[in-house]
């Protein structure tokens, strides 16, 4: 069996032209919100009683969320103060309709669920979807491509303004109607897997009940490469740069590959989280960052990593497993950490890594510290997740959500959920698909583009 340098899946997430799924408000966005409402998230239990990791490590960011509202784009459904009405008749016609083009099979009945989202975009808390159709395929190319599921769900709010404490959100675009069209991992190639998104695009636009332009489509890739793990880089809205968001997480996973091959011909065991205040060695030091931080009553703490010399930053930035602690220590709102792959660097001068290096005792061939100015709790929750990050690399590439960035790379967002986000809906009552309505469906299906 032909082992793949790339498996790839992709879900794409269209907005349907329509009221929105759950209520009579339009669905175009407004320029500015009209008064505004303030949340705090917390995660529940699933139907199994577990609690999802990803939305736990959200809420343990600590934020608070202000909500914006627009007249005529939201109402009390939107703010979750009143019971979602009937679900939106032509949101679902056009879902129904799609699952007969991709050949999928439509379910007897469906069930709206919820799925657990605590990162303050969507007032509730969760996001309302339903599994319509299944085992569908595609053609493209003269390649056979599977269609694992096809959803109806309620797009997110809209992200206006993020603070250390705080995030803004405008609700008019909560509650647009979303079909969601999920692959097979049925791609190894970079630009197949534009491609594909492309040929689905194409037949999203045939049904003539899409919206159209910038952010009415989105795509979620899951990526892997062998000796790697499933990694998600969610809502990529380029079409052109899907080739390149690819080819980089290839990179990056065969990266952390090379990184933990170092570590194990090393024998590194994972590293302590022990931290140490450090804050007298640094009193004088010019860093504009370590000033700033002291000058706020915040301090210098550092951690031992024995065994991570030169894989934080190495073999000429080849290796860069620092950037990825880096972006985990971020969740914990500081601006970033240092370590010593890279210093003296960023005004730390020479002697003040020199002083570290003796007071710690970490003069070994592999001995590695990191660095974190801020407050001292702040601080410490920062260097904590660097020093999981850390241990994480002896084991390879660890499963996660990324979000992309404009020049095709992406950043750490948080694990990869479970089967734990769900649970049931209990205010949308089921719909049965029945045999007459679908037989009216397939006598109405639209042209192909090609037809």
């Known amino acids: 069996m ?13 907005q349907l032209d329509t009221k929105k799924l759950f209520c009579s408000c339009d669905s175009h966005l407004c320029e500015e919100g ?13 139907e199994m009683g577990e ?11 600590n934020l608070g969320y202000r909500y914006q509202s627009c007249e005529g784009t939201s109402c009390l459904v939107e703010l979750d103060e009143e019971p979602p009405h009937d679900t939106n008749a032509e949101a679902l016609a056009t879902t129904l309709t799609f699952s007969e083009m991709m050949n999928a099979r439509v379910v ?8 657990i989202v605590v990162d303050g975009s969507n007032t509730s808390g969760f996001q309302r979807t339903a599994l319509v159709a299944m085992n569908g395929s595609l053609d493209v190319n003269g390649r056979d491509i599977s269609i694992l599921s096809i959803c109806l769900e309620e797009d997110a709010c809209r992200k206006v303004e993020t603070t250390d404490a705080e995030v803004t959100y405008r609700t008019d675009r909560l509650g647009i109607p979303l079909i969601e069209i999920a692959t097979g991992p ?33 795509e979620d890739l899951n990526i892997s490469v062998p000796g790697g793990a499933r990694i998600e880089i969610k809502g990529v809205q380029e079409l052109r740069l899907l080739p390149l968001f690819v080819e980089n997480e290839m990179k990056r996973q065969n990266m952390l590959i090379r990184v933990k091959e170092i570590l194990l011909e090393r024998g590194t065991v994972p590293a302590a989280f022990e931290p140490v205040d ?25 951690v031992r990593l024995p065994g991570f010399k ?98 095709g790379t992406s950043k750490y967002s948080r694990p990869l959920p479970g089967a734990a986000r769900m649970y049931p809906e209990t205010d949308v009552p089921p719909i049965t698909i029945t045999a007459e309505r679908m037989q009216n469906v397939r006598d109405n299906l639209p042209e192909l583009p090609e037809e």
Request: overall charge neutral.
């Open 2 to 14: 032909t082992e793949h340098k790339l498996t790839c899946g992709i879900e794409i997430h269209q």
């Open 34 to 46: 009209h008064g505004s409402i303030y949340r705090r998230l917390r995660p529940t239990t699933s």
């Open 51 to 61: 609690i999802d990791r990803a939305a736990l490590a959200q809420f343990q960011r």
């Open 108 to 115: 007897d009945e469906i069930h709206f669920m919820r799925k």
């Open 186 to 218: 049925d791609m190894h190639d970079p630009e197949e897997v534009m491609e594909v998104a492309l040929r689905i695009g194409t037949l999203l636009r045939a049904t003539r009940r899409v919206k159209r332009g910038i952010g009415t489509i989105r």
């Open 278 to 302: 450090v804050t007298d060695i640094f009193k004088t030091s010019a860093s504009k960052v370590i000033k700033g931080a002291l000058s706020d009553k915040g301090k210098v703490i550092t």
């Open 310 to 407: 030169g894989v934080m930053n190495g073999e000429n930035g080849t290796l860069r497993l620092g950037a990825e602690m880096a972006q985990r220590a971020r969740t914990k709102g500081v601006k970033g950490i240092f370590h010593s792959d890279e210093l003296p660097n960023y005004g730390i001068e020479p002697e003040f890594v020199d002083q570290l290096r003796d007071f710690l005792g970490m003069n070994g061939e592999f001995d590695a510290f990191a660095i974190c100015a801020a407050k001292e709790k702040k601080a410490k929750d920062a260097l904590e997740m660097a020093v999981i990050r850390a241990n994480e690399a002896l084991v390879g590439v660890p499963e996660e959500t990324r979000d992309p960035l404009p020049d």
